[in-house]
């Protein structure tokens, strides 16, 4: 028994040496509609957000229920409860546009600190989040509209993603 349990110690450790080294070919991988990514580049968004646009970028629209090959767009809405995108892809599942809107979803330190900055003493009540990104013109529009409230006075405020008030 001991001598068995030697030799497939032996072996256990010899085999691996006698290996043989093999050379694959070089695989770049690239994601799918990345521009769209680069593009809203949500660094600061809230989580659902990045996933949704993440799930609309890498969406296989060739292998979709919906695709058939005579049409030139396709027109594909992605839902969660905080928001949703609705996105057009041409015929070989790049994006060409978007308009997203998500609601009451965290809100981007600089956003934040402008509006309690410039109204100290309102509570913020509900954000809106809306994008609209184009293939050839990027972001078209990326900006919040948010519901501040102080006592009975309501007031609403649009503020860009850098915090600068529209």
Known sequence: ??????????????APLMAQDIELSEVVVTPANYKYLTAVDNQEAAVPVKLLEQKVANYDLM??????DSYATYT?????????????????????????RFDNT????????????RFPNWIMADNSFR???????????KGYKITL????????VKVDADGNFM
């Open 149 to 156: 409230k102080n006592g009975d006075q309501v007031l609403k």
């Open 106 to 117: 965290k809100l981007p330190d600089a956003v934040r600190d402008a509006v309690v900055e």
């Open 1 to 14: 028994m001991k001598k068995f349990l030697l030799v497939f110690l032996i072996l256990g450790i010899t």
């Open 131 to 141: 994008v609209t990104y184009h293939n050839k013109k990027g972001v078209n529009h």
């Open 76 to 100: 594909v809405s992605f839902y969660i409860p905080e928001g949703k995108i609705v996105a057009a892809y041409d015929g070989e599942g790049n994006i060409i546009r978007t308009i997203e």
């Open 63 to 68: 292998h979709s229920d919906i695709y058939d």
